[in-house]
């Protein structure tokens, strides 16, 4: 006759317990013991919500849109529409009055209710327009109030300025060395943000 593991009842390969093995009490015992070791050692445990997590740069928390100068990054080319798996962000571009080349963002909506905070739409965004910020408390109390609009979406440089300098760090340094760009013809996706 056969067990479960395929070790038959009585063959050399069966485990064979002695006196103490057979009462499971030195086991239990062990148990007891490394539990009682553990309760004196410090805890990790963060009383949320009274003390909050301290978060690096690299958390991901709710997309926000950057605004540098008094008005958003955003040019509306819809990359982050495109590439967002669930469909959460929703744009409709318009044209600036005084410049012929710059577009911008006329409506801007996510739905946090679908976004699954992935960072794809921040990935391909060529301006750094649109990044994930620290915040995780996301509270809403209606699914229209769940969709988020510009007025709620962006957020100056300076409090993004971890998450920007996180960024900049793992640009690719071959971009813009390897291959030749003219910067004249494509003023967007080369702009030096640090001058």
């Known amino acids: 006759m056969s067990t479960k593991q395929g070790i038959i009842k009585g063959s050399k390969k069966e485990r064979q317990l002695d006196f103490w093995g057979k009462l499971y009490f030195p086991e239990i015992f062990k148990g007891m013991w490394f539990s009682f070791k553990h309760i004196f050692k410090p805890t990790v445990t963060i009383q949320y919500p009274e003390e909050k997590p301290v978060l690096g740069p690299e958390f991901r928390g709710r997309p926000v849109l950057v605004q540098e100068n008094g008005k958003e990054r955003c040019v509306a080319c819809g990359l982050c529409a495109r590439a967002c798996p669930p469909l959460a962000i929703s744009m409709q571009g318009a044209e600036m009055e005084d410049d012929q080349k710059e577009r911008y963002p006329e ?89």
């Open 107 to 195: 409506t801007f909506e996510i739905d946090m209710l679908r976004c699954i905070f992935c960072g794809y739409c921040e990935e391909v965004c060529p301006e750094e327009a649109i990044v994930m910020s620290p915040d995780y408390e996301i509270n809403f109390s209606s699914r229209e109030d769940a969709v988020y609009g510009k007025d709620r979406l962006v957020i100056d440089k300076a409090q993004l300025k971890p998450r920007l300098d996180f960024l900049a760090e793992r640009r690719n340094k071959n971009f813009g060395e390897v291959y030749n760009f003219n910067e004249d013809n494509n003023i967007h996706t080369l702009r030096n943000r640090e001058e």
